[in-house]
């Protein structure tokens, strides 16, 4: 099993930047599919990126490319979300999860708010 803990979210302006990590647990992690989604209130979660086991390839929703980087750094157990030029549809909750074969794994969230 994989228990995960994000952070890193909070409020900012447009235009502004954050990071969000996610720290998980496990020995197996470098094993996972790490992905970030978010859920924006009244509406249902959606995918923003996800990174294979070892970082070469990366996928991004349309709604974010170019704005935000995902990466993983497998030795401290911890994938990272860089949001640049940051919008205030991008406000929601951001959730990481870590996906292997049939395991699927979330953890608690943590709020990205944008001011306009």
């Known amino acids: 099993q994989v228990k995960m803990v994000e952070s890193g979210g909070g409020l900012v302006q447009t235009g502004d930047s954050l990071r969000l990590s996610c720290a998980a647990s496990?020995?197996?992690?470098?094993?996972?599919?790490m992905g970030w989604f978010r859920q924006a209130p009244g509406k249902e979660r959606e995918f923003v990126a996800s990174?294979?086991?070892?970082?070469?390839?990366?996928y991004y929703a349309d709604s974010v490319k170019g704005r935000f980087t995902i990466s993983r750094d497998n030795a401290k157990n911890t994938v990272y979300l860089q949001m640049n030029s940051l919008k205030p549809e991008d406000t929601a909750v951001y959730y990481c999860n870590a996906r292997l074969a049939k395991n699927n794994y979330w953890g608690q969230g943590t709020q990205v708010t944008v001011s306009s």
């Open positions: 990174i294979n086991w070892s970082g070469a390839m990366t």
């Open positions: 496990g020995r197996t992690f470098s094993s996972y599919v």
